[in-house]
Each structure stands twice: as structure tokens, then as C-alpha cells.
């Protein structure tokens, strides 16, 4: 009797440890706002066909509390870790380019130095020049990445940027070298891609009951991804879209800023829309079976767990 007690004590331990392992793993892996290498841990990479942990192919170390740094060893696995860490949707972006950034302030910067407001005019092109010697080394395959401080920062100035560009285009004494209408929408239109993007991003998680800072792979970004194109191609063609919504509230500004922001808003919709249902089928549909089996378990435990009140009554 008393060696079946130590057995099953024994047994206990193994069990309680392994739960307490597996509790401690889980935790590590919680995103509390500092990045941690463990983050990566169990993401798989094909390595020359053979599915291989990340860890095993790169150096993984945090650069600061939210900057995951990751050397590979061998300079053509960049591209395969940068797809596993999007596939595993850890809310990681590895691709994090300033080209917008740099659009947009050079945008700023040329507005200011013609109106004559010099300050924000340097401050904007200070901005444009680091972001010029930043994405000569962030271009596919990018040897540094910015990271959400610089995004934060970038997203910061911009809104400086705007909110002054605002105000002065919309006073005759300091528009008088470049007048311009519908002030507010062609503001809106130089920083619709990430703007409205932020925007339906965050829309949608709230819709679904989720915080709106969660990771999923609804930015546009994602879409074009799936659609095959490199990273390269994603930066050109938000550039370019970028362009050609600034060119059409400049043209329209006469119509009035409502109309303006509503052609807008219309255009980056179907934009969006045509994009996300040109993806692959199996891109639009992703059914997890597991859940869904639990889900079928589940209600079929209550049904019978009402069967057999009702036949005990």
C-alpha cells in the first residue's frame, strides 16, 4: 500500500511539474509590451526544404524593450524567416519601411519652404533625409528594421505636420504663394493609406469584440502579400496610391472638403475591396477545424445535458 502512495505521489510531481513548464513557457510568450526572444520560439522556417526552428537558423536578441532583432545565419534565409514570422501572426511586423514616411514629409517640407514657414520646413526635410539613409539598408532584404518607436515617432511629426498645414493653408497671409481648398481633405488625402487603413483595422477588431491593438493580418499590406508580391512591390504600389489620392483631392479641392473626403473614402473602399477579393480563395476563408469541432462538442454536451434534466423530471 505504501509503495502504490509513493508511486502515485511521484506521479503527481511529474505531472504538476510538467503543468507548471508548460504554464511558465506560455507565459514568457505573453506580449506585455517588452519584446523577448522567446516570442519566436517554435516558429519553423524552410530551410532548403526542411522545415528548422528559427532559433536554430538566426540570432534572435532584443535591441531595446520593443525591438526584436534577428540575424540570420546565412544571408538567403532572410526572406523565408521574414515569411514565417508573418505567417505565425505574432502581431510582428518584419517589414516596417519608412517609404510612406518619407513621401508624406517631403510633401510637408516643400509646402512649408514655399509659404515660408522655414521651422517646419526643416524639421520635415530632417525627417525625409533620415528616413532616405534608413531605407537604404530597410529595402528587401532589409539589414534593419524601424521598429515601433520609430513608427510612433514618424506618426507623431506627421500629425504635427498636418494639423500646421491646416492651419496655414487655410489663412490667406500665409497662402498667398500657394493657395489651396478643401484644406482639411487634401490633408487627409497626403496620410490616407495608413490613416484609413489604422482606421478599417481597427473598426474591424472592435466589431469583433477584440481590442483594437491586437495582431491579426487585415492591413492592406497583408492583402497585397497574398496576392504574391514582394515586399518591394507592397512599398511601390502604397507609394503610388499614396500619389494618386493626393493628385485627386487636388483635383476636386474645388468641390469642397465633404465631397472631397467622401470621393476619397469611396475610392480607398473599392481600392480595398478589389484587392481583398482578388486574393486566393484560400486566403479568404480560413475555418480553424479544431474549433470548430469543440464548438459542435460543446453544444452537444448542453443538449444533452438538458436531455437528461428533462427525463429526470
Not at 511601390?236 to 493628385?247: E, G, H, K, S, W
Amino acid at each position: 500500500m505504501t509503495d502504490d502512495l509513493i508511486l502515485i505521489i511521484e506521479d503527481a510531481k511529474v505531472s504538476m511539474k510538467k503543468a507548471i513548464d508548460h504554464l511558465e513557457a506560455e507565459l514568457v510568450k505573453i506580449r506585455a509590451g517588452k519584446a523577448n526572444p522567446v516570442m519566436l520560439d517554435g516558429l519553423m522556417a524552410d530551410y532548403y526544404g526542411s522545415p528548422t526552428p528559427i532559433n536554430q537558423l538566426a540570432n534572435i536578441s532584443a535591441m531595446d524593450a520593443r525591438t526584436l532583432s534577428v540575424q540570420p545565419w546565412e544571408k538567403n534565409m532572410l526572406q523565408p524567416i521574414e515569411r514565417a514570422i508573418i505567417a505565425a501572426n505574432l502581431g510582428i511586423n518584419p517589414q516596417n519601411d519608412g517609404s510612406l514616411g518619407l513621401l508624406t514629409s517631403l510633401i510637408f517640407g516643400i509646402y512649408f519652404f514655399v509659404i515660408d514657414q522655414l521651422m517646419f520646413a526643416v524639421m520635415a526635410f530632417a525627417i525625409s533625409g533620415s528616413l532616405v539613409a534608413f531605407l537604404i539598408y530597410n529595402f528587401s532584404p532589409a539589414k534593419i528594421f524601424m521598429g515601433d518607436t520609430g513608427s510612433l515617432l514618424l506618426g507623431l511629426l506627421n500629425s504635427i505636420f498636418v494639423v500646421k498645414f491646416i492651419s496655414v493653408a487655410s489663412d490667406p497671409m500665409f497662402s498667398e504663394n500657394f493657395p489651396l481648398q478643401s484644406v482639411p481633405a487634401l490633408g487627409f488625402a497626403i496620410l490616407i493609406v495608413p490613416l484609413f487603413d489604422t482606421l478599417r483595422v481597427f473598426s474591424l477588431r472592435i466589431l469583433n469584440r477584440r481590442s483594437p491593438f491586437s495582431a491579426d493580418r487585415n492591413h492592406i499590406h497583408h492583402f497585397l502579400l497574398d496576392l504574391g508580391l514582394s515586399h518591394k512591390m507592397v512599398t511601390l504600389t502604397c507609394v503610388t496610391i499614396n500619389i494618386l489620392f493626393i493628385a485627386l483631392a487636388y483635383f476636386l479641392q474645388e468641390m469642397g472638403t465633404t465631397w472631397v473626403i467622401l470621393s476619397l473614402a469611396v475610392c480607398a473602399v473599392l481600392f480595398v475591396s478589389i484587392v481583398y477579393y482578388s486574393r486566393p480563395k484560400s486566403k479568404l476563408i480560413n475555418v480553424d477545424p479544431v474549433a470548430k469541432e469543440e464548438k459542435i462538442i460543446k453544444t452537444h454536451k448542453i443538449f444533452t445535458l438538458a436531455g437528461e434534466r428533462l427525463e429526470q423530471n
